[in-house]
């Protein structure tokens, strides 16, 4: 049984893969608590491998997004495997402070204060901006950078970031602008 906050269908409106339809799988309970955090986690339902398969075949969406809360305290490779069984694309967005099974699709790591990043590799980083030093996350091992304004409310001072930083791109929350989920 893992604890689900939701499961829906909407577009990835984040990052690399922002405008891509996908199933949302979001898991309640996180090592961290951020105030900008969009999950309420005292809520939730304990739901069984299977039942949150069925949710997830309910809409057509090749991708299937990971996300919580902390969705790597709650996962290991069969719980991949079995989306993978019916053809989806498995991503997750984690703050990185757990090692993850080895057969996802796509990483997308959001370090946050007060965690330390243990993975040893990952597809995109996404950093909320909040003015903080960005050069040292340059270092880390991941392909595509993203810095995104925390909440939306300091668009200016992340553009003048990346523009200051071109090795990173701005990513703007954009199902927020659109209002969608």
């Keep these: 049984m893992r604890k ?12 690399y893969h922002v405008g891509t339809p996908a199933v949302f799988v979001r898991f309640s309970g996180c090592n961290l608590r951020c105030p900008f955090c969009d999950t309420q986690h005292e809520n939730g339902v304990f739901m069984t491998d299977e039942a949150i398969l069925e949710e997830v075949l309910k809409y057509p969406a090749e991708m299937v ?3 919580g809360g902390e969705p790597s305290m709650f996962i290991d490779e069969a719980f991949v495997e079995m989306f993978h069984g019916v053809g989806k694309f498995v991503c997750i967005e984690t703050n ?5 099974p080895d057969n ?4 997308t790591c959001s370090p946050k204060e007060g965690g330390k990043v243990v993975l040893p590799g990952m597809d995109e980083l996404k950093l909320v ?4 030093d960005i050069t040292p996350f340059e270092s880390m091992p991941v392909r595509h ?3 995104q304004p925390c909440s939306g409310e300091n668009i200016p001072e992340t553009i003048q ?3 200051e930083h071109p090795k990173w ?7 927020k602008i659109l209002q969608i989920k």
């Excluded at 906050?5 to 409106?13: A, C, D, P, R, T």
């Design 129 to 132: 901006y909040q003015g903080q």
């Design 161 to 163: 970031a990346v523009l």
């Design 96 to 100: 990185g402070t757990f090692a993850l």
């Design 169 to 175: 791109r701005l990513s703007i929350q954009t199902h």
């Design 145 to 147: 950078f993203f810095l």
């Design 4 to 15: 689900i906050n939701e499961i829906f269908y909407s577009l990835q409106g984040e990052g």
């Design 65 to 67: 997004i990971l996300t």
């Design 104 to 107: 996802l699709d796509w990483i």
